[in-house]
């Protein structure tokens, strides 16, 4: 794997600024604060960015690794070969409309929670304290004080491994203690629509 190129390559995909970082230090990345370099963080800017990025890193069968905010995980030493992509601040786009919020993966589970109780909306008070993102509470059906993601989720938007976006309604997402469909299907969360 010639790291290099692939840099060369994405740059003309990962638009953003700060989108796309060589030998990427994973504890600023954690909030345990562990974890050496990533051969390449990606941090795309939309669904658009993700798709090519992760479609050229799949044709190169360059490893790919899925992080959100980097919470109730730990990294070693040594770091991650391959690609980290950051589904972070990016896509972070939250908007309500009736009863209804929709965020963006990369939107911390707390600014949901806060623009909900902004918005007079109820059901998402047990989230105010988890420090995850949004794709990461629905990946692993997050929850504390007697509520999680399964309750309050309509649906999700998901890259699949075979590069297709998807939708899937609640009931199509497996939820259970700390899982969801997406453990088994490589689906990377792109947004959720809660009630």
Same mark, same amino acid.
């Given at each position: ?6 840099? &060369? ?10 989108? /796309?970082?060589?030998?990427? /230090? ?18 795309? *800017?939309? =669904? ?8 050229? /890193?799949? #044709?190169? =069968? ?13 990294? %070693? ?11 972070? %601040?990016?896509?972070?786009?939250? &908007? ?11 939107? /911390?589970? *707390? ?12 059901? $998402?008070? !047990? ?5 995850? *993102?949004?794709?990461?509470?629905? !990946? ?8 999680? $993601? #399964?309750?309050?989720?309509?649906? +999700? ?10 939708? !899937? ?5 497996? !939820?259970?203690? &700390? &899982?969801?469909?997406?453990? %088994? ?5 792109? *947004? +959720?629509? $809660?009630?």
């Amino acid at each position: 794997m010639d790291i290099e190129k692939v840099f &060369r390559e994405l740059s003309g995909i990962i638009r953003s600024e700060d989108g /796309l970082v060589r030998d990427a /230090l994973m504890k600023d990345y954690t909030t345990f604060k562990i974890g050496g370099p990533a051969d390449l963080l990606i941090q795309p *800017s939309s =669904e658009e960015e993700l798709v090519q990025a992760v479609s050229f /890193l799949r #044709s190169g =069968e360059i490893p790919v690794t899925v992080l959100g905010n980097g919470s109730n995980v730990l990294v %070693k030493d040594g770091g991650i070969r391959g690609a980290v992509i950051r589904i972070g %601040k990016n896509m972070a786009g939250i &908007r309500t409309e009736g009863t209804e919020l929709t965020a963006g993966a990369g939107a /911390l589970l *707390s600014a949901a929670a806060a623009a909900a109780a902004g918005a007079e909306l109820a059901g $998402m008070e !047990f989230a105010s304290g988890i420090p995850g *993102s949004v794709g990461g509470a629905v !990946f692993m059906n997050a929850g504390a004080y007697g509520g999680e $993601m #399964s309750q309050i989720v309509v649906s +999700c938007r998901a890259l699949m491994p075979d590069g297709s976006m998807r939708e !899937f309604p609640a009931d199509q997402l497996e !939820f259970g203690y &700390r &899982r969801s469909i997406f453990a %088994k299907n490589g689906g990377i969360v792109t *947004s +959720c629509t $809660m009630k």
